[in-house]
């Protein structure tokens, strides 16, 4: 079993910053991927940030120059520093990792980001 669990959600004006964090435990043996999607109300889940065991990243166009993804060295935590935040940043933001081999993907429960202009 793995659970994944964040914090660091919350309120923020347009211009602000907040960071996320992503605590896994349990099973976690073996992730080569973790980072963050979001989906905001009537919308489809996207991706925000990806960081691979490597430490090559990936981020979504829309957030790329005001994230960034970072991870400890053995895979058990993840966070997500966001900057300038916007309004349209406004989602739920849910923790993801990949176990290699299999494939296996986990989620977290999600945190609230609102954004007000």
């Known amino acids: 079993q793995v659970h994944l669990v964040e914090s660091g959600g919350g309120l923020v004006q347009a211009g602000g910053s907040l960071r996320l964090s992503c605590v896994a435990s349990g099973r976690i043996f073996g992730f080569d991927k973790m980072g963050w999607y979001r989906q905001a109300p009537g919308k489809e889940r996207e991706l925000v940030a990806i960081?691979?065991?490597?430490?090559?990243?990936r981020y979504s166009s829309s957030v790329e120059g005001r994230f960034a993804v970072s991870r400890n060295k053995d895979m058990s935590t993840v966070s997500l520093q966001m900057d300038s935040l916007k309004p349209e940043d406004t989602a739920a933001y849910f923790c993801?990792?990949?176990?290699?081999?299999?494939?296996?993907?986990?989620w977290g429960q999600g945190t609230q980001v609102t954004v007000s202009s």
């Open positions: 960081i691979h065991v490597s430490g090559h990243t």
């Open positions: 993801y990792a990949r176990r290699q081999g299999w494939g296996t993907e986990y």
